[in-house]
């Protein structure tokens, strides 16, 4: 456990304080009083407002559409049913920055709306909230349907042969049952629309700001590091508490649940009622997920492939590259940021899976969860601040980029190795060092081979998660060294139809790289249940 805490102490805790000191700290002298002055600003009230009730929306939203389909992967069999789980999770592995293109794509500017219609959703809270959508749709759906898969559909015919109606009997035996899952996609929902950036910079304009966007304009644009110090406590302090009150909600909620092979409760449809609700699922899916998606591929494409050859070109402004090795930076960066969080993420879930582990190493489970809540652009500026001198002078260095990436990727590791590393049994282990195994050896032939096939899961889900990055890469990546994201960004942020078309090239080459990385992510799962 020393290693994934020092890694964490280093690279995370520490730039972040660097930027809280840095500005509430003057002349040696901390400012407390800034954080009321900044908190009461009627500016900065709206945007703490605005960022809790699109996060609450984009919530409430997301479940109304997301768990018909829940139900639908977990109770009804289909042909095409893996291919569709697959299409369904790809929006949840693009970057944000490539979810706000495709919808600037379909409703902004000369969107598919725009030539329908002359309807422009751009700069709306309606363009935020329906991507919002598209990004977490999948998180309901693996969420919730996993466990719903699972749960035994005799408990519910038992209450209907008692005498209770099919709404009577779901609400009162499979909705308590499907409660701690339902809460936890929410809270993952919600987490993730209210420290929400990219879509938000791309999509809102001048016009909406959340916190993590505000962060970055007092940041990068306003320089004032006191305001953006303040900005990121507040951000820290709702994310604590959100996950906080999450952890008390599953601890009251924990019970038995009867569960059974996937395969036993998935039936084909029977009835106008499930057919109805199908083929509604099949309709949310085709317009709100492939649509948007399609429509960036055909943006990309106006006028044949010039968008993409234009790609090979530097202009020696923004770029002082070829956009195109974007591609081959972040490939370079996304590998080796996966190797530090397949590593740190392992030995983390190694520890937390003891059976005699401790209270404080309990607790570090929940903080591995922060750096999905805390502001990246923070984390990111930090690096700069932080890690600017020796002993580690690291601003000119290319191993920046991919440890700023693994501190999203290592979350996302031990969520998927720690269950596989608990359910091994713990008298193999034993068996193993008493016939004289060293420790090395007891994981070598005990664990590792209970846990490959996870252990390949988590790298790919980091491999996907640190390509996309954002927030923090766009920080600490150097012009003649750009990521994809960040790549695509610049170009949206220049006037032109040849930068929006590059824009809209890139993030198709980028959504098929992280669509290619899920495929092979579901030929690799340890089970069909479909949960995350």
């Known amino acids: 456990m020393a290693v994934p805490v020092a890694f964490f102490g280093v690279f995370f805790a520490w730039p ?12 040696g002298v901390w400012q407390f009083g800034r954080i009321a002055d900044v908190v009461g600003q009627s500016d900065i009230r709206h945007v703490l407002w605005f960022t809790t009730w699109q996060a609450l929306a984009s919530t409430a939203l997301t479940l109304l559409v997301a768990l018909p389909a ?7 069999d289909f042909p095409g049913k893996q291919v569709l789980r697959a299409v369904v999770t790809v929006p949840f592995v693009l970057p944000t920055v490539v979810v706000g293109t495709a919808f600037l794509a379909l409703v902004g500017r000369g969107g598919l709306l725009d030539e329908w219609w002359g ?10 909230l329906l991507a919002h959508v598209f990004f977490n749709y999948a998180v309901v759906v693996r969420t919730v349907g996993g466990l719903w898969s699972q749960l035994d559909p005799r408990q519910e015919e038992a209450a209907r042969m008692l005498g209770a109606s099919p709404l009577g009997a779901w609400r009162k035996v499979t909705l308590p049952a499907l409660a701690p899952a339902v809460a936890a996609a929410a809270l993952m929902v919600f987490l993730f629309t209210f420290t929400s950036f990219g879509v938000v910079q791309i999509l809102g304009g001048p016009t909406f700001s959340t916190l993590e966007v505000e962060i970055y304009r007092q940041t990068s644009e306003i320089f004032d590091l006191a305001t953006a110090a303040v900005l990121t ?4 302090v709702a994310v604590g508490a959100i996950l906080a009150v999450h952890a008390w909600t599953v ?19 029977r009835g106008a009622g499930q057919w109805a609700l199908l083929g509604g699922v099949l309709a949310t899916v085709a317009v709100l997920l492939v649509l948007p998606l399609a429509v960036l591929v055909r943006r990309s494409l106006d006028g044949g492939f010039g968008y993409y050859r234009a790609l090979g070109d530097a202009d020696g402004g923004t770029f002082l590259v070829a956009p195109i090795e974007s591609v081959v930076n972040s490939l370079q960066y996304a590998v080796a940021a996966t190797a530090i969080a397949v590593v740190i993420g392992g030995l983390a879930a190694a520890a937390l899976a003891r059976r005699d582990a401790g209270r404080l190493v309990r607790g570090f489970d929940a903080l591995l969860m922060l750096p999905l809540g805390v502001s990246a652009v923070t984390v990111g500026f930090g690096f700069l601040i932080a890690l600017d ?66 252990l390949l899961i988590a790298a790919g889900f980091a491999f996907a ?6 927030g923090a890469t766009v920080f600490i990546a150097r012009p003649d060294n750009p990521t994809l994201p960040v790549a695509v960004a610049r170009l949206l942020s220049r006037p032109g139809d040849l930068n929006y ?5 890139l993030s198709t080459i980028l959504m098929v790289v992280c669509a290619v990385a899920l495929l092979v992510l579901e030929r690799l799962r340890t089970d069909r249940t479909g949960e995350f």
């Open 501 to 505: 078309g590059q824009a809209m090239a």
């Open 465 to 470: 998660v640190s390509l996309g990055e954002f």
């Open 119 to 128: 309807v422009r959703l751009d700069t709306t809270v309606w363009a935020i």
């Open 233 to 236: 406590i507040v951000q820290f």
């Open 251 to 269: 601890r009251r909620r924990e019970s038995a649940l009867r569960l059974v092979a996937p395969e036993v409760t998935a039936r084909r449809p």
């Open 16 to 27: 972040v304080a660097a930027i809280v000191t840095r500005g509430l700290k003057v002349d």
């Open 70 to 76: 829940a139900y639908a992967f977990a109770r009804l």
């Open 389 to 454: 001198k020796p002993p580690l002078d690291l601003r000119q260095s290319w191993i920046l980029v991919p440890l700023a990436q693994a501190l999203v990727g290592v979350p996302f590791v031990v969520r998927t190795m720690l269950p596989v590393l608990r359910a091994v049994d713990g008298r193999l282990r034993e068996a193993a060092a008493v016939l004289g195994a060293s420790p090395w050896r007891v994981w070598r032939e005990v664990d590792l081979p209970m846990v490959r096939r996870a």
